[in-house]
């Protein structure tokens, strides 16, 4: 299939090429765009065909259900059966934004969406060009993230090309999104209000509205239980091991571990925060800074990146730094261990 990349104004997108890839979604095209969180790939949510071409083009399987995006909480009764009070409260405060709910799913929302569930996943993207998009198509938006399946999402219009070019009608390049993890999807249809997935909305921000919120991420990979509750996740070609520990007990394990792979002529990668780099000094290893510890919001916008760099690099291992689970580094911590398989490594006291 021929692909076509067009550049879009992130701030202003130009309302001739919002048309053209509104027209693709009407006519049950696929079109890769940006939201705040990371690219998706999109298809009109009410033409089950379309739906359909998105899992193929993803090769992921049909037990994981899709969002649903939309541009305007109004628009929450024509895919929702019931809208919850809580819900608009939510959708008043924190949308646009990065927050999916889970709702009761209408009739008009093909099953292949939401995985044969009786509940739809929910959110109104803060991204001009995605609002521009959803607008002007006339219909939601079903989208994953624009990643083939068990590859980091995409978080730069490259990653996009790298792994959809030739399967999808459209790409919308608007550089790169501005928060790098996916979606907080909160389930609202359980008596105490649950996280399924930490995202780009910190659960703190979450409980000042609800008071205690639960969070389930599910089992670790392996064989899952129900469709929706086992998200799939990248796990790199490499084997990565999450280190959980005090900072001098960490860095002096990361040093460690880098002076093992150069006497053993591994080729091994770390990702670290700005402050360890010193513990690395002159060591020849491959190493990805994601950022400071006290700016989280950084470190979670060059995730991805740094995860599709390693793969691209080929190393052998990886040693990958925890950043603590407040705020958005609960969604990193989220990720990392998704992408360890469980390899954690805990150091001990001082
Ligand atoms: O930020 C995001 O959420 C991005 C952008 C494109 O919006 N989308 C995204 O979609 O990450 P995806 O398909 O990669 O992940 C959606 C996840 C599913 O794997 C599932 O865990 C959860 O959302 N989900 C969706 N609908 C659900 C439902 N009805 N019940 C439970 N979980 C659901
Ligand atoms: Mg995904």
Redesign the pocket.
């Known amino acids: 299939m021929k692909t076509e990349v067009l550049k879009v104004n992130p701030k202003e997108p130009e309302p001739e090429i919002i048309a053209q890839a509104a027209k693709v979604i009407r006519e049950g095209g696929l079109v890769a765009f940006p939201?705040e969180?990371?690219?998706?790939l999109g298809a009109n949510a009410l033409d089950e065909k379309a739906v359909a071409r998105i899992f193929a083009a993803k090769e992921r399987p049909t037990d994981?259900?899709?969002?649903v995006?939309l541009s305007s909480p109004a628009e929450l009764p024509m895919v929702a059966a019931e809208v919850p009070p809580i819900a608009f409260k939510l959708a008043e405060l924190f949308w646009p934004g990065?927050l999916?709910l889970?709702l009761p799913k209408a009739k008009s929302i093909p099953d292949l969406v939401?995985a044969g569930?009786p509940?739809?996943?929910v959110?109104v993207?803060a991204h001009p060009v995605a609002l521009a998009l959803i607008k002007a198509s006339g219909c939601p938006i079903a989208?994953?993230?624009a990643n083939l399946f068990g590859r980091p999402?995409p978080t730069l219009p490259e990653h996009v090309v790298e792994d959809l070019y030739g399967r999808v009608e459209l790409i919308l390049d608007a550089g790169p999104t501005f928060i790098g993890v996916?979606?907080t999807?909160l389930?609202i249809t359980r008596p105490t209000p649950t996280i399924?997935?930490p995202?780009?909305l910190p659960r703190e921000a979450l409980e000042e509205i609800l008071g205690r919120v639960e969070v389930k991420t599910g089992p670790m990979p392996g064989p899952k239980p129900s469709p929706?509750l086992m998200?799939?996740h990248y796990a790199p070609k490499a084997s990565l091991y999450l280190v959980i520990g005090e900072n001098g007990a960490l860095r002096s394990f990361l040093r460690e571990k880098a002076e093992e792979a150069v006497a053993l002529g591994i080729k091994r990668g770390f990702i670290i925060a700005e402050e360890d780099r010193e513990s690395l000094r002159e060591l020849p290893v491959i190493v990805q800074v994601l950022g400071s510890l006290k700016d989280p919001a950084t470190v979670a916008r060059r995730l991805f990146s740094s995860l599709r760099i390693m793969d691209a690099l080929g190393v052998e291992d990886i040693y990958a730094r925890d950043f603590g689970q407040e705020g958005l580094a609960l969604a990193v911590h989220n990720r990392l261990l998704r992408a360890s398989g469980g390899k954690v490594v805990i150091l001990g006291g001082n």
Do not use: F, N, Q, W
């Open positions: 939201t969180t990371v690219y998706g994981d259900p899709i969002i995006h990065p999916t889970i939401t569930l509940t739809v996943g959110r993207p989208a994953p993230s999402s996916e979606s999807v389930d399924l997935r995202g780009g929706g998200e799939k």
